[in-house]
C-alpha cells in the first residue's frame, strides 16, 4: 500500500467549475500536510499547507481529517491556468523528508 | 537569489557509461534531497543529507551514489548507467515550512 494515495485522474472539467481532490495517507504519525503543484515538465512548486482547522487561500481551499488520515483539496471557479497535476504530501513533522503521493491531473477546458 | 540549480537540463548516457548530475542551493538551508520521478508517478526519494557531511538512503538508492560537498552542493552519480534509471531527476531543499525544487534534469539511457 501507497503511504499517500491520490485519484490520479485526470479530471476534465470546464471553466468556472469547482472540483475537489481527496488524498489518503497511511502513516498516522503525520503533523505536515501540503498540497504542490506541477506543471507539465516543470518542478513542483508549493500551493498552500494545510492546517488541522482547514484553510482557504483564494479560490483554494484545504481540508484535513486526522481521524480518517485523509486531506482535500477544493477549486472554486476554475481557469484555465489551474490545469496542472496536484501532489498531495506528508511529513512527519515541519522541516522532515517528504512523502508525496502520485498526483492528480486536472485539465480546465474553455 | 538563483533558489536551486541543477546541470546539465538534459543528458542522453548509454548503458554503462557515468555521470554525475549537479545541484547547489543559495538559500543556507542544511537539508537537501534527491527525486527521481517517472511517468504517471510520483516523486521518489534517491537520497537525502539531512546536513553538510551526512547523507541517507531514501526509497530507491540503488544504483546511485551522492555526494554533500559542502552546504551549498549535493550532487548524484550514476556509476554504471542502466535504462531504468531513464526519469527526471529533481535536486531539492528545505526550509522548515516549504520544499524548493530545482528545475530538473531530463535523463535518458539508450
Known amino acids: 500500500r501507497k503511504e499517500v494515495e491520490q485519484d490520479p485522474g485526470p479530471f476534465n472539467v470546464p471553466e468556472g467549475a469547482t472540483v475537489a481532490f481527496n488524498c489518503t495517507y497511511s502513516?498516522?504519525?503525520?503533523?505536515?500536510f501540503f498540497w504542490y503543484r506541477q506543471d507539465c515538465r516543470k518542478e513542483p512548486k508549493l500551493l498552500m499547507s494545510v492546517y488541522s482547522s482547514g484553510n482557504e487561500d483564494g479560490r483554494f481551499t484545504a481540508q484535513l481529517n486526522r481521524a480518517s488520515q485523509y486531506i482535500s483539496l477544493l477549486i472554486r471557479d476554475s481557469k484555465l491556468s489551474d490545469s496542472a497535476t496536484y501532489l498531495c504530501?506528508?511529513?512527519?513533522?515541519?522541516?522532515?523528508?517528504?512523502?508525496f503521493g502520485g498526483g492528480t491531473r486536472l485539465m480546465v477546458k474553455p | 537569489n538563483a533558489g536551486v540549480t541543477q546541470t546539465p537540463k538534459f543528458q542522453v548516457l548509454k548503458t554503462g557509461q557515468s555521470m554525475t548530475l549537479q545541484c547547489a542551493q543559495d538559500?543556507?538551508?542544511?537539508?537537501m534531497y534527491w527525486y527521481r520521478q517517472d511517468p504517471g508517478m510520483g516523486l521518489r526519494l534517491i537520497y537525502y543529507?539531512?546536513?553538510?557531511?551526512?547523507?541517507d538512503k531514501g526509497e530507491v538508492p540503488n544504483g546511485y551514489n551522492v555526494s554533500r560537498l559542502n552546504k551549498r552542493e549535493f550532487s548524484l552519480r550514476l556509476e554504471s548507467a542502466a535504462p531504468s534509471q531513464t526519469s527526471v531527476y529533481f535536486c531539492a531543499s528545505n526550509s522548515l515550512f516549504e520544499q524548493f525544487f530545482g528545475p530538473g534534469t531530463r535523463l535518458t539511457v539508450l
Open positions: 504530501v506528508v511529513a512527519e513533522w515541519a522541516g522532515n523528508m517528504l512523502t
Open positions: 543529507s539531512a546536513s553538510e557531511g551526512t547523507t
Open positions: 538559500m543556507n538551508h542544511n537539508s
Open positions: 502513516n498516522s504519525a503525520s503533523q505536515s
